[in-house]
């Protein structure tokens, strides 16, 4: 007895081939336009394009052990300009512009040191991240406290390692606002 080989090509109907071509090519492109996450992962890929570098920190690891020469260690990439400054929160400031920390979008990076011994560090963030950023916040450090600062009400988070992270409770409306602060505790 001999076997006969079937053959059987697939074949579809030209309509569901173009249906399937479209739906690939409009639904990532969708996907970037019209939802937060893709508007974020697409401005991301844009400032990293333009050049500035990330700055992922870790909330957990920010104590006032942490020294310049750590954080030049860390973030080789992130070029801080650095210099003798006398402020309430130290005696010297290195800044640096940064494309995003922690997956957000971002503007700068202020680290304040009082000798060795890192005191404020401030992000500067994208306004339109304000919200994203208190739920990363509240899903990793938990549930703020609100106070009122004089001018606006803030969110603080206590870190368990010597310090206060905060931001503003409602998105300013001033972009030099939009800031998220370490702060040490006094000690």
Known sequence: MQHSK???????????KLLLSLALVIGPITWL?????????????????LGDPSFNIAYDKLTPGVTEEMIRAQFPKVDFDCQALATSFGDRLCAAKIASFNGLPARSAQLYFAGDQLRML??????????????????????????STGQAPVLIWLTDFGGQIMMPAAQPEARADAALIWLAQPG
């Open 6 to 16: 079937i053959s059987m090509k697939a074949k579809l109907p030209s309509s569901y």
């Open 33 to 49: 336009m019209f939802t937060d996450d893709g508007r974020r992962r697409s401005d991301l890929v844009l400032l990293h394009i």
């Open 122 to 147: 401030q992000l500067g963030y994208r306004l339109k991240y304000h919200d994203m950023l208190e739920q990363s916040l509240r899903g990793g450090l938990g549930k703020p406290r609100e106070e």
